[in-house]
């Protein structure tokens, strides 16, 4: 009859197996086992119970040994490092300038594990790319791995973006025909591809306008496409040509804007009016004489009742002097609709006993006021 006891107190814990007349004891002293683990005894407990006590200490003392040989690892010489990494591979990235044979016992392992290896060999390059079909099997799991292969096939490109054209961006030179195949979606791949052709930029126009944003300085062509697509590929055109804004305009409506036209200009025998900032204007007293002014009229956004019409308070203009005034408007506008929209001041002043006006508003297209964001 075998029976089997545990006996344990705050000094010590032992195993007592008796097997007949026959007793083996282990000892091994609390502290010592918690000390083991570096975890406050979380994995001492998990390896008592998987192992036995005593087995559970070994394996720990076992994993404690295999941690010191890896932070060690550079200090040994070739032939442990190699036993080393038949057991775990992966050590080749912890190893400083490793020899071509721990590399290539790295790299027979699987392929991919030249992605730890900072200056691989040619001769381990041949042995881990050498084998497309393990390769192609790597890449139907991994498609981001297809960035770790050194010129990869055209096949190897193409299997990689059947999972997304996004993964264009881990190809270091993608074919024309893997370009083509990744802007077809209607995902801005556009934007992982360097020095696209015209081709490549107008099939991804055609496939996302918004690719429009990724194209650095597009063709009047490649524009107007965009535009005619949807009228928002304006604001995302650095410097759209008249044509297209032109286009744009057709049909863009309920544009916001607090973008002013800074060539504005109103300018008569007595009173001149320049745009500063999209925030100030000056109006400046041509004369010798003081002049009053009555009312400065804002004429800036459009509703469906009409213009928006902002004006000021009365005040003096001294002889030869200029004042900065602050638009008064709220901080965004609205014009409701297009192609062309008003802008400009009308002005009532007075001289003496003449009263006087001076009126300029002018029609823009509504794409003028519609500024150029990044998408």
Request: aromatic residues 10%.
């Amino acid at each position: 009859m075998k029976k089997m006891l545990l006996l344990s107190t705050s000094i010590t814990l032992s195993t007592l197996l008796f097997t007949g007349c026959n007793v083996v004891k282990h000892s091994v002293t609390y502290p010592a086992y918690l000390n083991a683990s570096n975890m406050d005894g979380t994995k001492a407990r998990m390896y008592s119970e998987k192992y036995g006590l005593h087995g559970g200490y070994l394996k720990l003392m076992e994993e404690q040994e295999w941690e010191g040989d890896i932070k060690n690892i550079n200090n040994f010489d070739e032939k442990k490092q190699i036993e080393m990494i038949k057991q775990n591979a992966l050590l080749i990235e912890r190893i400083n300038n490793p020899s071509e044979l721990l590399q290539l016992e790295a790299v027979s392992q699987d392929w991919s594990n030249i992605m730890y290896i900072k200056n691989p060999t040619d001769k381990v390059k041949k042995l881990a790319f050498g084998n497309e079909d393990n390769l192609l099997k790597t890449i139907r799991e991994y498609p981001s791995m297809i960035k770790h292969i050194d010129n990869p096939s055209e096949n190897l490109q193409l299997e990689a973006i059947k999972f997304g054209g996004s993964y264009i961006e881990y190809i270091k030179d993608p074919s024309p025909n893997v370009q083509l195949k990744a802007v077809k979606s209607q995902d801005l791949n556009i934007k992982y591809i360097k020095n696209p052709s015209e081709l490549i930029k107008s099939e991804a126009v055609r496939n996302n306008w918004r690719s429009i944003s990724y194209i650095e300085n597009p063709n009047e062509t490649l524009q107007i496409e965009a535009v005619k697509k949807d009228w928002e590929a304006i604001k995302y055109i650095k410097n759209p040509t008249l044509a297209a804004k032109i286009e744009a305009s057709k049909n863009a409506k309920m544009v916001r804007t607090n973008h002013k036209m800074k060539d504005y200009v109103l300018l008569d025998k007595y009173i001149k009016i320049e745009i500063k900032d999209d925030y100030e204007y000056s109006i400046k007293n041509l004369t010798n004489q003081f002049i009053n002014i009555n009312n400065i009229s804002f004429y800036y956004g459009k509703g469906s009742k009409g213009n928006d019409i902002y004006s000021t308070e009365s005040f003096t203009l001294p002889p030869n002097s200029i004042k900065s005034l602050s638009f008064t408007h709220p901080e965004d506008v609205l014009y409701d609709k297009g192609p062309h929209v008003n802008f400009g001041f009308a002005v009532n002043y007075s001289i003496g006993t003449k009263n006087l006006e001076a009126y300029k508003v002018n029609k823009y297209l509504i794409a003028e006021f519609i500024e150029y964001k990044k998408y």
